[in-house]
């Protein structure tokens, strides 16, 4: 059976991976996600991905590797993880009544044969107005801090919105899994 390699120590990606039911192991890309000047977000994801997969392909070259990145873009900007429940509370601020977008990409890469499979996926996220002091508590109980847009929609996070537009659920939390499924059955690997 052929290697696979998730490309990232993000729990939330490993823990969509898991899903599939194949074996896989993780590593960490050394990739400088520094957005180039000018670019777009949906274009950083789609390199960072690409850059994620093949820097872990250069070490496992038999495997196939996957790399996966996501931006927030709010008024054509990139919106990154928040750090400190401070830049989350004033993230979430900024985003109340709005709409946010996330551009969600992976590469399925394998560097023997120079197999390359991509994907992402667009979501809509769309705010109710926020309250500061909700918004608080739900920094401090949910800590949204290594997450872009300071929130998460698989827990709390999701009473934050009027609605989501996506057409694969997994893709906001960082792993758009229907696609990578296709791409998955495409390079030769049996899902259940």
């Known amino acids: 059976m052929t290697a696979l390699v998730l490309a990232s120590t993000s729990r939330y990606r490993r823990e969509l991976l898991e899903r599939l039911a194949l074996p896989f192991t993780v590593q960490r890309p050394e990739v400088d996600e520094t957005p180039r000047p000018g670019e ?8 960072l991905a690409q850059a994620k997969a093949r820097a872990v392909a250069a070490d496992q070259p038999q495997a196939w590797v996957i790399g996966s990145d ?18 989350a509370i004033t993230q979430l601020l900024a985003a109340s009544g709005r709409e946010q977008r996330f551009h969600t990409a992976f590469c399925l890469f394998r560097h023997a044969g120079g197999g390359m499979i991509t994907g992402e996926d667009l979501t809509v996220v769309r705010f109710r107005p926020l309250d500061p002091d909700e918004v608080a508590r739900y920094v401090a109980s949910e800590a949204p801090l290594d997450c872009a847009g300071s929130f998460k929609c698989e827990g709390l996070g999701i009473s934050l919105f009027e609605a989501i537009e996506t057409r694969d659920p997994t893709a906001l939390v960082g792993l758009p899994l229907i696609a990578l499924s296709a791409a998955l059955r495409r390079a030769g690997f049996r899902l259940p």
Do not use: C, I, M, Y
């Not at 777009?40 to 390199?47: E, F, G, M, Q, Y």
């Not at 996501?70 to 830049?87: C, L």
């Open 40 to 47: 777009a977000p949906r274009d950083l994801a789609r390199r």
């Open 70 to 87: 996501q931006v927030a873009e709010r008024d054509g900007q990139p919106v990154g993880k928040p750090g400190s429940a401070e830049n």
